[in-house]
C-alpha cells in the first residue's frame, strides 16, 4: 500500500470530489478560510521574505542583517543563542562553549541597541524566535524602541513565546509548565493593551515536526496547544475578540509536497471552527489562522549539501502554495553549521524566484478543487480532530505533557522514520540512496570560541558600572509582582531599562516558580 510521508493512504487515481465541498472550502478571506486568510492573497501583497538569522555578537548579527535587507528581505528574524534561550548571561558556567553558537548572545538593552542599531523598529517587522525568555527579550525590543522614538503603537512583529511545545517536543524550557503557561499569557494580555499591532506568539508547530512526528500530529497538538492558550487569556479576563486576531502560527514546510499543502488549508478550517463554535468570536479576524513557514531544517543533509538547495525550493514553493503570510528559507549548508552569506542569499533568492518567476502569485489557492489536494485535506482534518479529542479527554494539553503522552507520540513517530530511511524503505537522496564516496568541502561559518570570554568580560563591566542598588530595587519588585501573581511584563521592562540582565531576570522567576525537570519517559 502506497501512503503519505505521514501513513496516509493514496489512491492510483482520485476521480471524484470529496462531499460537501462547496461548504468546505467557502471563498478566499472568508469563513472557514480554507483557500486562505485573505480574498486576493499574494495578487495584493507577497508574503513576508523573513530569513532567519543570528550568530555571535550583536555586532556581527546587525551586519547580516543590513546585509539581508539590502538584498530584498523584507522582514527580521532574530535566531538567540541557547543561553539566552535559556536565562543565563554569557557568565554564567553553563554558557561555557555555547555564547553566539546558535543565534546571536544577547544579555542586556545595550546588546540590544547593537543589534538593531541603524534600523528603525517602527519601519521594519520583527520576529524574535524566543520562548522561556519572550517576555525579557520583548521588553529589551520595546526599550530600544522607545529610546528610537516609536510609537509603541505603531511596533509590528511577532514574539515566538509558546512554552506548551517546548515541554512536548524541543526541550529549552525554564520553569514549570504552569508557571510557563502564566508568563506566556502575560505577554498576550500586555500586547493586546500596549501594542495592537505585534502578535504576542507564534504557536508552533515546527519544532514538533522537527522532533519527529507526522504532519497530522503537527497540526493536532499545535492546535491543540493554541486552545489551551486561548484559553488560558479568557480566564485571565480577555475577550476573545481583544486577543485571538493577533495569534499567530509556525508550521514546518516538509518534503512530501501535496500533503504540506493539505495540512495548511486543513489547519485553516479546523481553527476557524474553533473560535467561532467554541469560543463564540464575533471578529472574522480572530477565526484567522495567519502563519509563518519555515522549510525543514530535519529534511537538510550533510551529504551533498547543494541537493538541499532543491530540496528548499520544493518546501518554499508548497509554503506559498498553502497559503503562508511569511517564509523563511534554509541555508544549503545548515546541516554542518549556521548559513553563510552566500548560502542565505541563496535561500533568499529562491523565495524571489518563487515570487516573481513562477507564476503561482497571480491567482488565489491555485490548487482547490484539486481531488487528490480536497481528500487529503479531508484526511488531514478528521486525523487531526481524532487527536485533539484524544487529547482533551486525557485532561488537556498541560496534563498530557506531564504524563507524556504527547512525547510519546512524537518520539513513536520520530523513531518508525528513522527506521524507515535506514531500512531504505523512505528513500533519501544522496543519503541511502545515489550516494557519492567523495565529499566536496563546503565552506562554513565559524564562531570564534574567544567571544564566550568577550561576552563574559562585557557582562561583568555593565554591573560595575550600573546603578546597583537601582537594579536591586526592580528585581525585587520583580519578584513581589510574580509572587503576587500580577502581569509581570512592566516589571521586566522596569528591569532592563535599569540595566538588569536577562540572567538577572530569569534567576528572579526562577526563584519563585521553580525550575522544570525534563520529562524522560522512564
Known sequence: MIETNSGIPVEALYDRVPEGLSEKLG?????PFTRGVQPDMYRGRLWTMRQYAGFGSARESNERYKYLLAN????????????????????????????GKVGVSIASVEDMRVLFDGIQLEKVSTSMTINATAGILLALYVAV??????????????????LLKEFGARGNYIYPPKASLKLTTDVIEYCARELPKWNPISISGYHIREAGSTATQEVAFTLANGLCYVETALKRGLDIDEFAPRLSFFWNVHNEFLEEVAKFRAARRIWARYLKERFGAKKSASMRLRFHAQTAGSTLTAQQPENNIVRVAYQAMAAVLGGCQSLHTNGYDEALALPTERSARIALRTQQIAAFETGVTKTVDPLAGSYYVESLTDEIEKQVMEYIAQVERR??????????????????????????????????VGVNKFTESAQEKTQLLRVSEALGKARAAEVVALRARRDGVAACKVLGELEKIAREDRNSMPGILAAVESGCTLGEISDTFRRVFGTQVEWTGV
Open 395 to 428: 485532561g488537556g494539553v498541560v496534563a498530557c505533557i506531564e504524563n507524556g503522552y504527547i512525547q510519546s507520540e512524537i518520539s513513536g513517530s520520530a523513531y518508525a522514520q528513522q527506521r524507515a530511511v535506514e531500512s531504505g524503505k523512505f528513500v533519501v
Open 145 to 162: 524602541a522607545k529610546e528610537q522614538g516609536a510609537k509603541l503603537t505603531e511596533l509590528a512583529g511577532t514574539v515566538q513565546n509558546d
Open 27 to 31: 471563498k478566499p478571506g472568508e469563513y
Open 72 to 99: 530584498g528581505q523584507t522582514g527580521l528574524s532574530v535566531a538567540f543563542d541557547l543561553p539566552t534561550q535559556l536565562g543565563l548571561d554569557p557568565d554564567n558556567k553553563r554558557s561555557l562553549g555555547e555564547v
